[in-house]
């Protein structure tokens, strides 16, 4: 194989996955949340590539944060994580050794985790004003109680997702290095090949239905969106990100669906990312129907308070972990 092979299929993939992502939010909202609530819906490029646009052409504000440069960079980070996490499903990268196996996507996905949580903590400003909470002015009822920060509120609730929400889709990663007796994609999707995708056993099966939980956990969609609290008014962590930084944000989500979905077909299909595999176009078709499948499970899903997180997530952890168990008979 070429060098030049090999560097117009990563760059190649990398960019008709950047370009279909664009196009996934507003596929989840127009065809989908529209059609349930009976509405027209916006046109399909207006959340992911319109916004985005609107975004960069914002004033820039100056965020009111003891690390303000850091704090701005967090969304670009988590698009750089992603892009990486991308980089490393596709074939030709899997020279790379341990970077390109599951051990290593734990690691990327949990570092895009992360991010929320120091979102959330560099934050010390509701709507780009100072405003702690309670008053600290001379008379003031309750100078005594500790001042918080709504962000803060948030962080508390990333940590919670990090440590416990995200379990479900870490446990389906492995259903598929149960199969294989492998933690490395090139001898996953090898196996697949040889003995058809992992998705058509009793395993797989329900490895899969656990990796889709995990995947609207991770994108913090309804049922299990506890990172969107209403009291945070926009976005929980997201809340003071404005101009380009917030237009980050947006592009971020759409290409995490993108990456997800592209993780789901390597590790259940035996189709890694690869724009020059006539197989890609499965690729696809999973990305696009992740969302919609998403987009109705949370439009007829209750918003679950931590009384129905908890044992949720516990529950489809428990299958993931059965899932293993019957790929390991």
Do not use: C, W
Request: glycine fraction near 6%; hydrophobic fraction near 55%.
């Amino acid at each position: 194989m070429s060098v030049a092979y090999s560097v117009i299929a990563v760059l190649g993939t990398l960019v008709v996955a950047f370009i279909v992502s664009l196009l996934l939010p507003g596929i989840e909202r127009k065809f989908i949340h529209a059609r349930i609530q009976q509405r027209i819906g916006p046109p399909i490029t207006s959340p992911g590539i319109m916004a985005p646009i609107k975004f960069f052409f914002k004033q820039t504000i100056n965020p009111n944060s003891p690390m303000p440069r850091l704090y701005n960079a967090l969304p670009l980070i988590s698009l750089l994580v992603v892009t990486v996490l991308l980089l490393f499903l596709i074939p030709q990268m899997y020279f790379v050794g341990a970077l390109a196996s599951v051990i290593a996507i734990i690691g990327f996905l949990k570092v895009e985790e992360v991010m929320y949580m120091f979102m959330g903590s560099l934050s010390r400003s509701v709507l780009s004003v100072r405003m702690p909470f309670p008053d600290i002015v001379k008379g003031a009822k309750h100078p005594e109680t500790p001042r918080r920060f709504l962000e803060e509120l948030s962080t508390l609730r990333a940590f919670r997702l990090i440590a416990f929400g995200s379990f479900p889709v870490y446990i389906a990663l492995f259903v598929s290095v149960a199969v294989t007796g492998s933690i490395f994609l090139s001898d996953i999707v090898a196996y697949q090949q040889l003995h058809g995708p992992i998705l058509f056993t009793v395993a797989g099966a329900l490895g899969a239905v656990v990796f889709f939980i995990g995947y609207m956990i991770l994108l913090n969609e309804y049922p299990f969106g506890i990172l969107k609290a209403k009291a945070d008014v926009i976005e929980g962590p997201y809340m003071e990100y404005a101009a380009k930084y917030r237009a980050y944000n947006y592009l971020t989500r759409g290409f995490l669906m993108f990456v997800l979905a592209s993780l789901f077909a390597t590790l259940f299909l035996g189709i890694a990312p690869n724009i020059l595999n006539p197989n890609f176009i499965i690729t696809i078709i999973v990305a696009l129907l992740f969302p919609m499948l998403m987009a109705v499970m949370s439009a007829f899903s209750p918003i679950f308070t931590y009384k129905q997180f908890y044992p949720t997530v516990a529950a489809v952890s428990i299958l993931g972990v059965l899932a293993i168990v019957a790929a390991s008979l």
